[in-house]
């Protein structure tokens, strides 16, 4: 496969000697969080600022999953890489990457994937730590957001799969907010109508005990472009409910 390199950054990251899979191999930095280790191999994250840009650089060595385009392994970073190209062509907010590569040295398979740091916007996990705090208009802008992007998602046919406050991003714009997501590795196409995006919804309502029903109805009403009293609605709480008792009983 061709290295990946945006052409936005391209003249930044040559003049300062790292646009190429070897330079940021060999780029010394420190791990923002402990290695992720498997099957004898590890992924690790970095953070890198340059000329007062910031990027995450993710490195891994042997760190395979199977694929439909790989059954015999491959870098999760290029499962994530043809996700996050897919999401652009889309056009789903979400992170950008910059650079994508692999190589096999000498039996070992690595993999680089740099993307733009979100400097400047907060996590909904965050924002749900001091949700009360927050006015009610702020609230309810981060509802409409969160709703949005979701009918977005699921409108173009996607599942996020993880799609949980830690991977959603906001960031305050006027009176509103915008909205989009990290994490893409287990995204795939939506294939089970109302099954698949109830699952992929329930977990965001069930990892956000702050919100009250009232809330969680009108996160839904701007999903599903309805009411909040809406009969819609309800059949939709009910569902989302059932399925955190599943998961709950399991």
Known sequence: MTDFLAAEDRALLERHGLGSFDALWAKQLEA?????????????????EVEGHAYYLKRQSNYLTRTLHAP???????REFRNISRYKKLGIP????????QRKVEG????????????????????????????????????????????????????????????IFLQADGAGYRAQLIDLEK???????????????EPLLRRAPQWSEA??????????EQSTDSSLVDSWITRLTARRSYKRAR
Do not use: M
């Open 32 to 48: 923002v969080d402990e290695p992720n280790t498997a099957g004898g191999g590890w992924s690790s994250v970095f953070r890198l």
């Open 72 to 78: 015999f392994g491959e870098p999760t970073f290029a």
């Open 94 to 101: 979400a992170l950008q990457a910059v650079f994508f590569g």
């Open 108 to 167: 070992e398979v690595r993999a680089i994937l740099l993307t733009r740091a979100l400097d400047g916007w907060d996590d909904l996990d965050s924002l749900l730590q001091r949700w009360s705090s927050l006015s009610a208009a702020q609230q309810s802008a981060i509802l409409t957001a969160c709703g949005q992007l979701a009918r977005y998602l699921h409108g173009v046919r996607q599942v996020h799969g993880c799609f949980y406050p830690k991977h």
């Open 187 to 201: 995204t795939r196409p939506l294939l089970f109508g109302q099954r698949d995006r109830v699952k992929d919804l």
């Open 215 to 224: 809330q969680q109805r009108e996160l839904l009403a701007v999903y599903l």
